[in-house]
């Protein structure tokens, strides 16, 4: 099996997690993509998150339950540093082959994240494009220290053959300006209104 795993807090998910997942099933040759909700970010403030439950059923909402799977496991695993998640994982499931999606926004802050350096050495990593985050990202710590194991986003399907050793890709894909702290404003706006 070959499995994307794309984490975030999807508060709430929105239909560009859904095609971040559909581009990279189609470029990356992938069997399943599965969202992983987070059951808390250390990167992001808890104020204005919804409850994990809600979180994870507006991704269970949007995914296909085939290819597009919203999954608990971290919440499950009581983790919520994405290089331990991927660590068990790859223990639990041997005969799958890993590869970690994120959006060019993810990218330009993951030096910040824990254990980023050994989570790059774990799995092979698909960056999709974000308005107005990509310079950020190419020209970020992580991009930079990483750069010798990029691989031509065009041969993208290539990162989950390659044995041992990091890499990642730049895929190529439309950018898609939707975001949960968009949504979540438009929400509030309405709510406002309807009071």
């Known amino acids: 099996m070959r499995i994307g795993l794309l984490g975030g807090s999807f508060n709430p998910a929105h239909e560009g997690h859904i095609q971040l997942a559909r581009k990279a099933l189609a470029h990356l040759q992938l069997d399943q993509v599965w969202l992983m909700v987070s059951p808390r970010n250390p990167l992001k403030s808890r104020i204005g998150m919804a409850p994990f439950a809600q979180r994870l059923a507006s991704a269970r909402h949007l995914a296909d339950g085939r290819r597009i799977i919203a999954v608990d496991i971290e919440h499950q695993l009581g983790q919520h540093f994405t290089v331990k998640t991927v660590a068990l ?107």
């Open 89 to 195: 994982l790859k223990q639990r499931f041997p005969h799958c082959r890993f590869i970690w999606l994120m959006g060019s926004d993810g990218l330009a802050q993951f030096s910040r994240w824990r254990g980023w350096r050994k989570l790059a050495h774990l799995v092979p990593i698909a960056v999709l494009p974000r308005p107005g985050s990509v310079i950020p990202a190419l020209k970020g710590r992580a991009s930079s220290v990483l750069r010798r194991y990029r691989h031509d986003g065009r041969a993208a399907s290539l990162l989950l053959k390659a044995e041992g050793g990091p890499g990642w890709t730049f895929l190529l894909a439309p950018q898609n300006a939707i975001s949960s702290t968009a949504l979540r404003a438009i929400r509030s706006k309405n709510d406002y209104h309807h009071d």
